[in-house]
């Protein structure tokens, strides 16, 4: 199938993405403004403008709207403060449904903010993280469980995304990831694609899609050595994807491992989000083609262009089918 019959097929589609949502919050600030404060003495980060984009599993979100998928909904929790409201915001801005969003009182929203210098465009500050340490309130895993599987039937394609680093976890917790592993098996027409960024060989009968380093780690966690087929064979996994940034992506099944290799980028501008943008890809290209490898293919492609873009960028139709001509 070519990209312009995936764009066009992905239209009809409807995914949903369950996890750990938040809010990025892009501020410019001014050097020469940095007047020390009159009480402390300490020189303040003057911040003179910014915007918010929604992030971590709000990019996969990002991604989607912009390939122009039919419907884009997201499951996942924030916060009743302020940063939950501006998140919420901008997702229905973007066109991303929120009701399957939990709104939990006195949770902190998961917020990146990060401060990019006026005067030459870099971010050269240490981020500022909002996240929250406290362990999941089962009463509050039971509701996104009841949220995620009353929804289930409306989508074809579910994009989970596990993000959080903290100890404890994110939205995708124990309980949730036993849920999605009980389901997917009943449910063989729809794609199920995970990615985590700590606890990928805790999923079960979903197809996984770690990079090179998140699966080596999950390897070594499990055996003690590298062995792809032995971490697809442990989580009961139709299909292991591991991307290995310009190398291209390994597909390990039962049957076979096959290499699909990247388009050549020369000075990427900014890999972050490269994750995410093959994600959206590859999950949707998927569920249209039916081949893993062609489904690797678009989401390479989808990467190759977000990775030219500052910040966590998107790739357009028409972005694509460019690139795609000029290979």
Same mark, same amino acid.
């Given at each position: 199938?070519? %990209? #312009?019959?995936?764009?066009?097929?992905?239209?009809? +589609?409807?995914?949903?993405?369950?996890?750990?949502?938040? +809010?990025? &919050?892009?501020?410019?600030?001014?050097?020469?403004?940095?007047?020390?404060?009159?009480?402390?003495?300490?020189? =303040?980060?003057?911040?003179?403008?910014?915007?918010?984009?929604?992030?971590?599993?709000? %990019?996969?979100?990002?991604?989607?709207?912009?390939?122009?998928?039919?419907?884009?909904?997201? #499951?996942?929790?924030?916060?009743?403060?302020? *940063?939950?409201?501006?998140? @919420?915001?901008?997702?229905?801005?973007?066109?991303?449904?929120?009701?399957?969003?939990?709104?939990?009182?006195?949770?902190? /929203?998961? /917020?990146? %903010?990060?401060?990019?210098?006026?005067?030459?465009?870099?971010?050269?500050?240490?981020?500022?993280?909002? !996240?929250?340490? /406290?362990?999941?309130?089962?009463?509050?895993?039971?509701?996104?469980?009841?949220?995620?599987?009353? &929804?289930?039937?409306?989508?074809?394609?579910?994009?989970?995304?596990?993000?959080?680093?903290?100890?404890?976890?994110?939205?995708?917790?124990?309980?949730?990831?036993?849920? +999605?592993?009980?389901?997917?098996?009943?449910?063989?027409?729809? %794609?199920?694609?995970?990615?985590?960024? =700590? @606890?990928?060989?805790?999923? &079960?009968?979903?197809?996984?899609?770690?990079?090179?380093?998140?699966?080596?780690?999950?390897?070594?966690?499990?055996?003690?050595? !590298?062995?792809?087929?032995?971490?697809? &064979?442990?989580?009961?996994?139709?299909?292991?994807?591991?991307? *290995?940034?310009?190398?291209?992506?390994?597909?390990?099944?039962?049957?076979?491992?096959?290499?699909?290799?990247?388009?050549?980028?020369?000075?990427?501008?900014?890999?972050?989000?490269?994750?995410?943008?093959?994600?959206?890809?590859?999950?949707?290209?998927?569920?249209?083609?039916?081949?893993?490898?062609?489904? #690797?293919?678009?989401?390479?492609?989808?990467?190759?262009?977000?990775?030219?873009?500052?910040?966590?960028?998107?790739?357009?139709?028409?972005?694509?089918?460019?690139?795609?001509?000029?290979?």
């Amino acid at each position: 199938m070519t %990209t #312009a019959e995936i764009l066009r097929k992905i239209r009809d +589609l409807r995914v949903l993405v369950v996890g750990d949502i938040c +809010l990025d &919050r892009w501020m410019s600030y001014d050097p020469a403004e940095a007047l020390p404060s009159r009480e402390t003495g300490i020189s =303040r980060i003057a911040v003179v403008g910014g915007e918010v984009t929604p992030g971590a599993a709000g %990019t996969v979100l990002n991604n989607l709207i912009a390939l122009g998928v039919g419907q884009v909904a997201v #499951a996942g929790v924030i916060g009743d403060d302020g *940063h939950g409201f501006e998140l @919420r915001r901008a997702l229905e801005q973007r066109g991303v449904a929120t009701d399957a969003i939990v709104v939990a009182p006195g949770l902190q /929203t998961f /917020t990146y %903010t990060k401060f990019l210098n006026r005067q030459t465009g870099k971010e050269d500050l240490p981020r500022v993280d909002f !996240i929250d340490v /406290t362990p999941l309130d089962p009463a509050l895993e039971k509701q996104i469980c009841d949220t995620v599987l009353c &929804r289930l039937d409306g989508f074809g394609v579910v994009l989970v995304s596990d993000q959080a680093e903290t100890s404890r976890g994110g939205v995708v917790s124990e309980g949730l990831r036993d849920l +999605l592993s009980d389901v997917a098996p009943e449910y063989p027409e729809k %794609t199920f694609l995970v990615d985590s960024r =700590r @606890r990928i060989e805790k999923f &079960r009968n979903v197809i996984l899609k770690p990079n090179q380093q998140e699966a080596e780690e999950a390897c070594r966690r499990l055996f003690g050595r !590298i062995d792809y087929q032995a971490l697809r &064979r442990r989580a009961s996994a139709p299909l292991l994807v591991v991307t *290995h940034g310009g190398d291209g992506v390994l597909l390990v099944s039962e049957e076979n491992e096959e290499w699909v290799l990247s388009r050549k980028v020369e000075n990427p501008v900014d890999i972050c989000g490269a994750g995410d943008s093959f994600s959206a890809g590859m999950g949707t290209a998927l569920a249209v083609t039916g081949s893993p490898a062609q489904a #690797a293919r678009f989401g390479n492609l989808v990467a190759s262009i977000t990775i030219m873009k500052k910040g966590t960028g998107t790739a357009s139709p028409e972005e694509l089918l460019e690139a795609d001509t000029g290979n």
